[in-house]
């Protein structure tokens, strides 16, 4: 990048005070030589893309300078520590609006979207759910990506199995992890997909392609959700699949879903977003296919889990005015075409996507085609206390994969225990 990248990599400490950039800024109004901090937790490849946008605002807003505060490690105890201190920078991108909403943190847009006439229903539906709580609008969404099943090529060629197709089944699924896995040790050992035990948030979706869900609809009670036939149904699936597969719960492994493992040909499937894709390209060696997950049954219609984020105001915010010109910018029809331009990620707005034709292409165009049908939203968003209550829903899976506890019951359990906290005043 031609311009230098403002990194603010770690934050000063100072008699309790949380310093940034920019902090101490008298308000100016937008267009009026201003000063907009912007904090995300991208680095990398991925913060080029941002200062990519950041600089396209800059050149069409030359009054309004943008200066990108990069927090890549404990980027939300940083917000929340910020804001505590009441010194934050001016914007940021979110993922957990209940949270921040209930904490504080974020501005309510709703004023700024209804006086500039901006239509939210241009975006995808279920990424609104981020930017939507109590009745405000937080936030505009940033880009999305779904879960698929993206499979190495090689490795089922060398096995004899055929590519995965649309509306493969769970069993499908399983047969294929089988034929895939070689039963060898060591170096020369084939997996057909990596197992993680107690991935909460990957499981969603094949729940709700099931007809089942975690939580009631306004996120206060558990039991008979995630104790319910459905759920107990793919829970049992994926301890099959936990059982045949490689099996891991490094922290590693963890956070890269399996990554690793299937680039370098250890395992031959994996479930993941699309945040690899522009590693995987750039990896000559591999040959790579991407799947939509598969459904529980043949003739039914698969309901993926969505990850997206917003851009958002911080309540405490010096320039709010001038914040919300950028966020305007790059939540909107231009900041969508330029990252899909990129090949970056898929933008929020589906009808920006047809026209810039990524609709039709391979790879990301892969994941919109799978994202288009998702029509639920992530649980977390229907409670802030999500996220405490998930620690048992977590803990109950690992007890199910690794020690072999009985499903039903383990799950009925957990229920009780998530009730009291989603539950809670």
Known sequence: MKKMLLLVMAITMISGTVLFAGGQQE??????????????WNSGFHLEIDQMLADKFMEKNPSIKVELISVPQGFDDKVLTSNAAGNTPDGLVIWNTPQFVEAGVVEDLTSYIERDGIDMNKYHPVTKSWAEYKGGIYGLPKDYTARAIYYNKDVFDEAGVA??????????????????????SGADARYGYVAIPGHTYAIQGYIWSNGGDLVSADGKTASGYIDSKEVVEVVQWYKDLYDMSMTTSTMDAYQNLGQNEFQTGIVGMMDNGSWPISV???????????????VPRAGMKTSP??????YSMFAKAKNK????????????EEGARLIEEAKYSVGAIPSVTTSTGLDKEPYLGDFYRVAITADTAPVFTRNPKWFEADGEFKTALEKVFITDAEIQSTLTEAARRMDSILQEK
Request: proline share 4%.
């Open 163 to 184: 590519y995965p197709v649309d509306g493969w089944t769970f069993e499908d699924f399983k047969n294929t992890v089988k034929a895939l896995t070689n039963g060898k």
């Open 321 to 332: 005015d001038a914040v919300w010109e950028y966020i305007k910018f790059v939540g909107g």
């Open 305 to 310: 889990v969505i990850h997206s984020a917003t």
């Open 280 to 294: 995987f390209l750039d990896d000559t060696s591999l040959n790579f296919g991407i799947a939509a997950p598969p």
């Open 27 to 40: 308000s100016k109004a937008a267009g009026d030589g201003s000063e907009v901090t912007f904090m995300t």
